[in-house]
């Protein structure tokens, strides 16, 4: 992989966008090196990812213009879809991810942390999706995931103005959940891993699988799914030791991911 790199931190991992020349911008390279990336990451002992960008000017930067400029209708269909899919692989890995923000989050890089469970970000950060600007719509699923995240209206106001914003605009509407200096951005997303990561594995991506399917159905139907779901739980050894530690006041809890 030439512009994404994965470290295995144990308990979670770290996938880096490294294209720093151009702001990490998504070509059709970096999204090979990047679902490369996601097959790296072994679901048996890894339990969260943060996705960041190198650098501390840019998380992602947008999509590469300059491979875009020249598609066709074909083209331009197929790189869509070649993003959508891996995002989409994201959007539904069994383990949470993480976006750190540390920098532009623009168009592609603002629809790739949206593909992610949660948002944090520097202080530094910028968001925006560009494209009506650049005579096209956003392709990465930005017109979907940005509704869903913020709602309709802020949603169609930063996409129809192609208007970027900061992180303290970015927290106000929603979009991410923390803005802390720089520095404290990847401690912040490590710390928030190993949180999730000293919780039940098996519980917690039944709970990510219950959040994302159940919001696409009605309440009778998402109850439900919840109910099958919490039922589940109660066939893994994890729930027998993480209800046993409470009842024995433990707080040492060993968690097999069984």
């Known amino acids: 992989m030439s512009f994404v790199d994965y470290e295995d931190k144990g308990a979670y991992g770290v996938i880096t966008i490294n294209n720093p020349k151009q702001l990490n911008a998504l070509n059709s390279q970096v999204l090979d090196d990047l679902n490369a990336a996601l097959d790296q990451i072994n679901v048996d002992t890894v339990r969260c990812v943060i996705v960041t960008g190198s650098g501390e000017k840019a998380f992602v930067a947008g999509a590469d213009i300059t491979e875009m400029k020249d598609l066709d209708q074909a083209g331009g269909t197929a790189f869509g879809k070649k993003g959508n899919d891996i995002f989409r692989r994201i959007e539904t890995f069994p383990i949470p991810f993480i976006a750190a923000v540390n920098g532009f989050a623009l168009g592609g890089g ?113 109850v439900a799914l919840e109910e099958k779901l919490f039922g589940e739980c109660f066939a893994t050894a994890d729930q027998k030791e993480g209800m046993t530690a409470f009842v024995e006041k433990r707080k040492e809890k060993h968690f097999t991911n069984k």
């Not at 925006?128 to 106001?157: D, M, N, S």
């Not at 192609?162 to 912040?188: C, D, S, W």
């Open 110 to 222: 603002n629809e790739l942390s949206l593909a992610c469970d949660f948002r944090i970000a520097s202080e530094n950060a910028v968001f925006g999706q560009p494209e009506a600007g650049l005579g096209i719509t956003p392709g990465f699923g930005g017109t979907q995931r940005l509704a869903r995240a913020v709602g309709p209206g802020y949603a169609k106001q930063m996409i129809y103005t192609a208007r970027n914003i900061k992180a303290p605009e970015a927290l106000r509407i929603g979009l991410v959940n923390a803005v802390v200096p720089q520095e404290e951005l990847m401690p912040l997303a490590e710390k928030l891993a190993g949180q999730i990561a000293g919780n039940a594995p098996i519980a917690v991506r039944q709970c990510k699988k219950a959040i994302n399917e159940g919001l696409e159905l009605n309440m009778d139907d998402a």
